[in-house]
């Protein structure tokens, strides 16, 4: 009984936190989970970089884009998957508000 009254306490706690999220970004300074969220996107978002890396080096010259866009796409992915990481582990370590990796979808980590 009290194990259930326990998970009912932490489940409304944790929607209750999202709701103020979600309500008031403008009130929020950076937090550690600013950092979780930035990381756990990272490495979601890191296996498409090799596809979107294959399209824009394909704008440049297509058949550069099949031969060169996978290994770059290799290298961002790699890069963006490793800074999600060190986000996630290092989460509780400040600055929140500075994240590892910057670049859009499709950039090269030396541009």
């Known amino acids: 009984m ?21 309500l008031a970004p403008e009130v929020q300074a ?8 930035r ?3 990272n490495i979601v978002i890191a296996p498409v970089e090799i596809p ?5 080096e394909a704008k440049k010259n297509p058949l550069l884009g099949l031969v060169i866009g996978p290994i770059i796409g290799a290298v961002n992915c ?7 990481i ?3 582990v290092t989460f ?5 508000d500075q994240p590892l990796y ?5 950039e090269t980590v030396w541009e």
């Open 102 to 106: 910057e670049k859009d979808l499709g």
């Open 86 to 88: 060190v986000e996630l």
């Open 39 to 41: 990381g756990l996107g």
């Open 52 to 56: 979107v890396s294959m399209v824009s």
């Open 92 to 96: 509780p370590v400040p600055p929140y």
């Open 30 to 37: 950076a937090n550690p989970f600013n950092k979780v969220g």
């Open 2 to 22: 009290k194990l259930r009254k326990s998970f009912l306490c932490l489940v409304v706690g944790g929607l209750a936190a999202v709701i103020f999220a979600t």
């Open 78 to 84: 790699v890069t963006r998957a490793t800074a999600g």
